[in-house]
């Protein structure tokens, strides 16, 4: 099984912006009744029944708590922590006197149960779990002062904390950490998954995510638009149909893989075996003539041909389904050459690595194609710094599809893929930190090429394509994160990718 898989194969699909869990919110208080306070005690008591069933030993707890409703469920995993007989201190942040409505009830019914409240002056030397109710989802600017020095002294503290909606410090929609922010292990979200928690800075923050609705009725989501999918390739491969028993090569589609310049030979033939073990019919890679008899020697299933001249390049161009381009392409004349005829075909295409960066230089737009950036071409491809699109990932994806046409599959931890506005843009939950190391996006276009060519639409391709690799490196990753390497993820694909065979998830 995936080690990923056991945070996320029991959460919702379905991914919202801060405000509109507040909007569900009221909708649940006012159009069904729900008295806000309840909500708050829900909200404290699922925390605690988590906090119990993953910290079963845990006898001393300390509970760090805002001024807003986020304090209030903390109030409530206090009061049922002391009603179990733990040891319970809740320290305040912030004017306690400023505390009001469903807050200000849950906070007298903890001290009325004999429950003490002191200032955060800094944390105790020992207490076996911290409780993180401090901002919740309403913080919107960089966190400064004494309550950064708070959220600083929480993190060298060496007892496990447990978040309460989303770690604070994260902002909810674009999951970047707002100057600091708590690192915990385990973090509830209530009513509607945050977008931010899945991308950006959010999972190096949010350990374990776990969801409780609140018991609100399922006729409260209708009132909202979703703004943002979560992915995961246990639903994705449903999609996958089984081969017809008579199925041929030509039935399969025809992947050419453009790419391998001098020096960079690997990753064009990453991108072909990937495109192959992924299902393709055929696979041709259009690469130097010095390289393309080395490397039908390391897999003869490939068809690898010398090409140098566009002329060569477009009459390969004539017999295939869909072009992968990028791959080790570099930036010489023969990149631009092999470039210029891939762009010329009619053709659908998968953009990668140095087929944007010369897409930069020579911006078009077309609707054919996906293009597979990382942070730093999708600040060149939009000509902003890096740090732009680490702000807002949400907005940097979408302003490439709008400038470039096509898919977006902006790479990162929580890929997301946006399509145009067709569907809400897709968020990935899958990957590990395994996965930074070379050649992985390589892998990537592969996949996604191979799934265009079995006839997926390109937005479906690259939704698949990336749950299929995150997967792929979550299997992999069994046997350790670091150390792991691209190849490591096609032994995995063939597997995964049949899932009617029952191996995807033993």
């Not at 309840?38 to 001024?67: K, Y």
């Not at 209530?190 to 609140?214: E, M, R, V, W």
């Not at 004539?318 to 010489?332: D, K, M, T």
């Amino acid at each position: 099984m995936s080690i990923n898989k056991l945070k996320t194969d029991k959460l919702p699909h379905a991914l919202y912006r801060a405000e509109q869990v507040r909007a569900l919110d009221r909708t649940a208080i006012e159009q069904f009744g729900i008295p806000g306070i309840t909500l708050m005690e829900r909200a404290g008591a699922a925390a605690f029944r988590l906090l119990q069933s993953r910290w079963p030993e845990a006898r001393d707890i300390t509970v760090l708590c805002g001024i807003g409703n986020n304090g209030g469920d903390g109030y409530v995993v206090g009061r049922l922590a002391l009603e179990q007989g733990l040891t319970v201190r809740v320290l305040q942040l912030g004017d306690g006197s400023r505390l009001k409505g469903d807050a200000l009830t849950s906070a007298e019914a903890y001290t009325a149960a004999d429950g003490q409240v002191h200032a955060f002056q800094g944390m105790p030397q020992k207490t076996d779990l911290v409780v993180d109710a401090i901002f919740g989802t309403g913080l919107e600017r960089e966190v400064t002062g004494i309550w950064r020095e708070a959220l600083e002294t929480v993190n060298s503290h060496p007892a496990p904390v447990l978040a309460l909606d989303i770690p604070s410090g994260i902002h909810s929609d674009t999951g970047m950490a707002l100057g600091v922010a708590v690192r915990a292990a385990a973090t509830i979200s209530f009513i509607g998954l945050k977008q931010g928690l899945f991308t950006g800075d959010a999972p190096d923050y949010c350990g374990a995510i776990s969801f409780d609705a609140l018991d609100v009725p399922a006729a409260i989501y209708a009132s909202q638009i979703l703004a943002a999918r979560r992915l995961d390739w246990a639903k994705l491969k449903n999609q996958l149909q089984i081969r017809s028993r008579i199925a041929h090569k030509g039935h399969c589609g025809h992947v050419l893989v453009i790419g391998g310049n001098h020096g960079y030979s690997g990753a064009a033939r990453l991108a072909a075996e990937a495109a192959a073990r992924s299902g393709a019919g055929l696979v041709s890679v259009a690469t130097r003539e010095s390289h393309a008899a080395f490397l039908v020697m390391t897999r003869p299933e490939l068809m690898c041909r010398g090409v140098e001249s566009e002329t060569a390049l477009k009459a390969l161009i004539e017999r295939v389904s869909v072009i992968a381009i990028g791959p080790g392409l570099g930036r010489s004349n023969w990149s631009q050459r092999m470039l210029s005829a891939a762009l010329d075909s009619n053709l659908p295409l998968v953009m990668d690595a140095d087929a944007l960066n010369l897409l930069c230089d020579n911006p078009i737009k077309r609707d054919d194609w996906v293009l597979t950036p990382h942070p730093g071409e999708a600040a060149r491809l939009l000509g902003v710094p890096l740090d732009e699109i680490r702000h807002d990932r949400f907005q940097a994806a979408q302003r490439i599809q709008q400038k470039f046409g096509g898919v977006c599959v902006l790479k990162g931890a929580g890929t997301l893929i946006d399509g145009a506005g067709q569907r809400p843009v897709g968020v990935c939950s899958g990957g590990n930190p395994g996965m930074a190391s070379g050649g992985m996006g390589d892998v990537l276009t592969g996949i996604i090429a191979a799934l265009v060519a079995q006839g997926q639409d390109l937005e479906t391709a690259a939704e698949m394509g990336v749950t299929l690799h995150a997967e792929a490196a979550d299997v992999a990753a069994i046997r350790g994160e670091r150390g792991m390497l691209a190849g490591d993820l096609i032994a995995e694909i063939r597997a995964l990718i049949n899932p009617e065979l029952g191996y995807a998830d033993d």
